[in-house]
């Protein structure tokens, strides 16, 4: 046997174990994710089975108030609804309502997502929705602002129609001393729209998934290497 293909041999030997090494890391990792990711899970749905907290002014710690079962008493602030667009229902186009609720006895306000309603047929057009006058009470669950900052074009939103609500661009456009969580509407309202929010599944699931397949990945270059060696 040749120096050249005693190398050869060797360089090829090399990448099949770091490969086989890289797979293992990535299934170790999503492993890691599954773990942390589906304890997080539980203990989201832990806070939404207890007793549902009354959102206040004072509440303003984040990580107390997010993914909790929550109700809030105030009035709506009709003139200051936003509709958040491309939200598609059973394949019909349409758009998340987003009013702020006034908190009673306060200045400040939570911001509501109420539901779905449909887009209608002129765009330039915009969906009517009942706001109901006086005091009320609402339930729901609370839930972060959008934190995503990659766009190919960041533009501030403009009228009523925003493509993304984030926290500082709604404090800052809107005026409004909000609350550092939306709060995700349920039950009926009489309002017409739509709070089909679906059933929330377990993270942990998808990264196992995940895992097995880098393991796989791993077994077919080990497998490689082998059939490799055995033709020599």
């Not at 046997?1 to 174990?17: D, E, N, P, T």
């Not at 915009?126 to 900052?149: A, D, N």
């Not at 925003?162 to 661009?169: K, L, S």
């Given at each position: 046997?040749?120096?050249?293909?005693?190398?050869?041999?060797?360089?090829?030997?090399?990448?099949?174990?770091?490969?086989?090494?890289v797979?293992?890391?990535?299934?170790?990792?999503?492993?890691?994710?599954?773990?942390?990711?589906?304890?997080?899970?539980?203990?989201?749905?832990?806070?939404?089975?207890?007793?549902?907290?009354?959102?206040?002014?004072?509440?303003?710690?984040?990580?107390?108030?997010?993914?909790?079962?929550?109700?809030?008493?105030?009035?709506?602030?009709?003139?200051?609804?936003?509709?958040?667009?491309?939200?598609?229902?059973?394949?019909?186009?349409?758009?998340?309502?987003?009013?702020?609720?006034?908190?009673?006895?306060?200045?400040?306000?939570?911001?509501?997502?109420r539901?779905?309603?449909?887009?209608?047929?002129?765009?330039?057009?915009?969906?009517?929705?009942?706001?109901?006058?006086?005091?009320?009470?609402?339930?729901?669950?609370?839930?972060?602002?959008?934190?995503?900052?990659?766009?190919?074009?960041?533009?501030?939103?403009?009228?009523?129609v925003?493509?993304?609500?984030?926290?500082?661009?709604y404090r800052?456009?809107?005026?409004?001393?909000?609350?550092?969580?939306?709060?995700?509407?349920?039950?009926?309202?009489?309002?017409?729209?739509?709070?089909?929010w679906?059933?929330?599944?377990?993270?942990?699931?998808?990264?196992?998934?995940?895992?097995?397949?880098?393991?796989?990945?791993?077994?077919?270059?080990?497998?490689?290497?082998?059939?490799?060696?055995?033709?020599?």
């Open positions: 046997m040749s120096i050249s293909s005693l190398k050869s041999g060797a360089l090829r030997w090399l990448l099949v174990i770091v490969l086989i090494l797979c293992l890391g990535m299934a170790r990792l999503q492993l890691w994710r599954a773990e942390t990711r589906g304890e997080r899970f539980e203990r989201e749905q832990a806070a939404l089975m207890s007793t549902p907290i009354s959102l206040s002014a004072q509440l303003r710690d984040r990580e107390k108030l997010l993914d909790r079962a929550a109700t809030a008493r105030g009035h709506w602030l009709p003139a200051d609804t936003l509709f958040l667009d491309n939200k598609i229902h059973r394949s019909h186009p349409g758009y998340h309502v987003l009013t702020p609720l006034q908190l009673s006895g306060s200045k400040s306000v939570v911001l509501v997502n539901g779905w309603v449909a887009s209608p047929r002129l765009r330039s057009d915009l969906p009517s929705v009942s706001s109901p006058p006086g005091e009320i009470e609402i339930s729901g669950v609370t839930r972060s602002y959008e934190t995503r900052t990659f766009e190919l074009q960041q533009t501030p939103p403009q009228g009523k925003w493509q993304h609500v984030r926290e500082v661009e800052q456009i809107s005026g409004l001393d909000a609350l550092p969580v939306i709060l995700l509407q349920t039950g009926a309202d009489g309002d017409g729209l739509i709070r089909d679906g059933t929330p599944e377990n993270p942990a699931a998808k990264h196992y998934g995940y895992a097995v397949m880098w393991l796989v990945f791993a077994l077919m270059a080990a497998a490689y290497g082998l059939l490799a060696w055995r033709k020599k």
